[in-house]
């Protein structure tokens, strides 16, 4: 466990055992909190680490969760039931999928393929324990001291950001990107519902909280909060440019080598072993995947409104 700010901790998930993939952060308070529990494979590990965190059956109050992709939601409904009385935060968008999960277990693996059994699927989560989060949502940790759920789509359209009050430390899930042990920052853009203006207007929406510490989902602190926005608004501009151009020149295939072209992984990601992860992982393709669909009903909208 890691420590991020004074009673804000960082778990390693260990992603199908590897470390340095996916966290959980553990909010210390009269009113213990988790955001985000990293997928359904790795709920043991993340149960054993509370437990060594000296949190007993009844002690945590809050899961809450950036969004309702399962690296990052799979194991919500395990700890629902190791911690009966705590309550399940999540986006309106994704309070279906907690109740019933076949849905979204089925998407998953349409977009994983062979890597699905990477993640697992996901529990469900009894209605009455889930609560519905709006934008500036509050989740109670202790006297003065809030969790702030903070609408952050771009990503997803049922992602929200985190931010403590307590410590200054926003908890970005995948709105700002990735940015694996001693790599640089790269965009998180995997299928169905990317929207680059959208992610744009959700970094503007996050740098006005003017955070000390910020945390992704992939892979905990990174440094420089204002540097790490800014980063993250250049590459959802660039990647939104170059799947529109790659789209217009060669359909899926194009935008896969304009992205490649325009935010080269070898150039920002640099670190050796976090690109063999990355290929490990199959998140390169699943960004291109994701850019190609956006940019074709980027192409298809502007065309409907130049005939219109």
Known sequence: ????????????????GHPGVTGTILVEGDRPAIVDTGPETSAAVLLDALR???????????????????????????????????????????VKHLIDPSRLVAGSAAVYRA?????????PVDEERIIEAPEGHRVP???????????AMGHARHHMAVLDEGSGTLVAGDALGMRLPGAGLYPTMPPSDIDIALGRATVARLA?????????GHFGVSPDPEWTLATADEQ????????????AQG??????????????????????????????????????DGLAAW????AAAEAGSKQA
């Open 141 to 151: 940790i202790g006297p003065g001291h809030d969790l702030v759920m903070i609408e």
């Open 115 to 123: 890597k699905a059994n990477l993640y697992g699927g996901l529990g």
């Open 52 to 94: 060594e965190a000296g949190l007993g059956p009844d002690d945590l109050a809050w899961i809450v969760l950036t969004h309702v992709h399962l690296d990052h939601c799979g194991a919500t409904g395990a700890v629902a039931a190791a911690f009966p009385k705590a309550k399940v935060v999540v986006h309106r968008r994704g």
């Open 251 to 288: 359909g899926h295939e194009g935008v896969r080598q304009e992205l490649r072209r325009r935010l080269p992984p070898e150039e920002l990601v640099k670190d050796p072993a976090a690109l063999a992860t990355l290929a490990r992982l199959g998140w390169l393709d699943d960004n291109a």
């Open 236 to 247: 959802w501009r660039i990647a939104g440019e170059a799947a529109a151009a790659g789209w």
């Open 1 to 16: 466990m890691q420590t991020v700010a004074p009673g804000v901790s960082l778990i390693d998930t260990l992603l199908h």
């Open 208 to 216: 006005e909280t003017t955070p000390t510490t910020v945390c992704v």
């Open 295 to 298: 940019a074709e009903s980027h």
